[in-house]
Nanobody
Framework: QVQLVESGGRLVQAGDSVTLSCAAS????????MGWFRRAPGKEREFVAA????????SYTDSVKGRFTISRADAKNTINLQMNSLTPHDTGIYYC???????????WGPGTQVTVSS
């Protein structure tokens, strides 16, 4: 099993920045990719950003391109999500996810709340 713990969620005002972190532990060998999803109030969980492979290829949903940056932290098996120019539409629970090579299922963290007030 892989355990994921997110941190950094908080209440901010529109235009502010927040950095989320996710640390993986347990069976972290062969983790192929890690990423972030979010669930806005009353909506389905949606993909936000991911970083995969040894080269660190990144991908983003269109609504966050140019504002959010996903990266690998210096600490092993830890990723960050730098979120700039936040809007109320970015409000939601942000979940970290990880996937090991050769496995189809994702591992999930419990989530961290980000609330952006207008």
């Amino acid at each position: 099993q892989v355990q994921l713990v997110e941190s950094g969620g908080r209440l901010v005002q529109a235009g502010d920045s927040v950095t989320l972190s996710c640390a993986a532990s347990g069976r972290t060998s062969n983790i192929y990719g890690m990423g972030w999803f979010r669930r806005a109030p009353g909506k389905e969980r949606e993909f936000v950003a991911a970083i995969t492979g040894s080269s660190g290829t990144t991908s983003y949903t269109d609504s966050v391109k140019g504002r959010f940056t996903i990266s690998r932290a210096d600490a092993k098996n830890t990723i960050n999500l730098q979120m700039n120019s936040l809007t109320p539409h970015d409000t939601g629970i942000y979940y970290c996810a990880a996937r090991r090579a050769g496995e189809s299922d994702y591992y999930w963290g419990p989530g961290t709340q980000v609330t952006v007030s207008s």
